[in-house]
């Protein structure tokens, strides 16, 4: 799905980087993720200042998404440890 016009910096060009940024500034984040915000690009039309924001917000989901999984994979490990060394 692409949006006509950029609702952050009036780009009118037409590109689904835009449902993505409309989202973002409603704070819809679980829409813009469901929107592909992980894959996006941005849009080339864009002014660079609208593009870094989208660009940011997606590098910073990854990064947490990133951080995450570390977590949960530091979790696991200590439960098989603790049930190693209870066994």
């Known amino acids: 799905m692409s949006v006509a016009g950029c ?3 009036g ?3 037409r590109a689904p980087a835009h449902v993505l940024v409309a989202s973002l500034l409603l704070d819809d984040l679980d829409r ?3 929107d592909g915000l ?3 690009e941005g849009c080339p ?3 660079p200042q609208c593009t870094h924001a989208l660009l940011a ?3 910073a989901r ?3 998404l990133a951080a995450r999984e570390r977590f949960t994979a530091r979790q696991r490990r200590l439960a098989t440890r603790a049930a190693q060394r209870d066994a």
């Open 7 to 9: 609702p952050a910096c």
């Open 11 to 13: 780009c009118v060009a």
């Open 32 to 34: 813009a993720l469901e």
């Open 38 to 40: 992980l894959a996006t």
């Open 45 to 47: 039309a864009c002014t």
């Open 57 to 59: 917000a997606r590098d």
């Open 62 to 64: 990854r990064f947490a």
